[in-house]
């Protein structure tokens, strides 16, 4: 079965820390991988998209890398503000069910920036 | 562009009535699909569409039935709603599956009694 895992579930830092989201996959096979960001009973705001043949995306302070070979991919925050404060979700396109790129989620880590 | 829009954003129902979630799009996206979100669980894909008049199922289908006469809508029939279709509904969007990012709705919160 196709999985994504986040780890760690939930990350509290001091504003201005550098920090980085981790994201595995069981499909070296993957199409893509995006990572979204949801605040408290919102929608899906997407952040970044990284096709499987790139290695990484910038976005500001925003840095994702993808490694197909190891099935992982980070999402790295510079100087982190209490903005940056949500929910942060990353999903891979991947086969499954007979279909081709369909996203599959993680849970998704809490991210909690202190003032 | 309104983007992706969501109708309604709150609903009850009661075990056993029916209803019908409205999503529409205004970016001329070929892909569609409808995902519920639950604590514990994530986004789990119900169904979607490749574009009009072609659809499929994704990982918890039962329960749910969707049509895609338009590229614009792709609404999400519930035919007898049960306490556990209580969730979050989200609709997204994408010119297609693979190479592009999805945009999502608002989401519709749903509680079945």
């Known amino acids: 079965k196709q999985e994504v895992t986040q780890i760690p579930a939930a990350l509290s830092v001091p504003e201005g820390e550098n920090l980085v989201l981790n994201c595995s996959f069981t499909?070296?096979?993957?199409?893509?991988l995006q990572w979204f960001r949801q605040d408290p009973g919102k929608g899906l705001t997407s952040l970044l998209l990284?096709?499987?043949?790139?290695r990484e995306q910038t976005s500001g302070r925003l840095n994702a890398s993808l490694d197909k070979s190891s099935g992982r991919s980070t999402l790295y925050i510079a100087a982190s503000q209490p903005g940056d404060s949500a929910t942060y979700l990353c999903?891979?396109?991947?086969?499954?069910?007979?279909?081709?790129?369909?996203?599959?989620f993680g849970k998704g880590t809490k991210l909690s920036v202190k003032p | 562009n309104a983007g992706v829009t969501q109708t309604p954003k709150f609903q009850v129902l009661k075990t056993g009535q029916s209803m019908t979630l409205q999503c529409a799009q205004d970016?001329?996206?070929?892909?569609m699909s409808w995902y519920r979100q639950d604590p514990g669980m994530g986004l789990r894909l119900i169904h979607y569409?490749?574009?009009?008049?072609?659809?499929d199922q994704g990982e918890v289908p039962n329960g749910y039935n969707v049509s895609r006469s338009t590229t614009e809508d792709f609404p999400l029939r519930l035919l007898s709603a049960a306490p556990s279709q209580t969730s979050v509904y989200f609709c997204?969007?994408?010119?297609?599956?693979?190479?592009?990012?999805?945009?999502f709705g608002p989401g519709t919160r749903l509680t079945v009694t």
């Open positions: 997204a969007s994408s010119p297609d599956r693979s190479n592009y990012e999805q945009y």
């Open positions: 499909d070296s096979a993957i199409y893509n």
């Open positions: 990284i096709q499987s043949s790139q």
């Open positions: 999903a891979g396109g991947m086969n499954y069910g007979g279909s081709q790129g369909n996203l599959i």
């Open positions: 970016m001329n996206h070929e892909y």
């Open positions: 569409s490749v574009g009009a008049g072609i659809t």
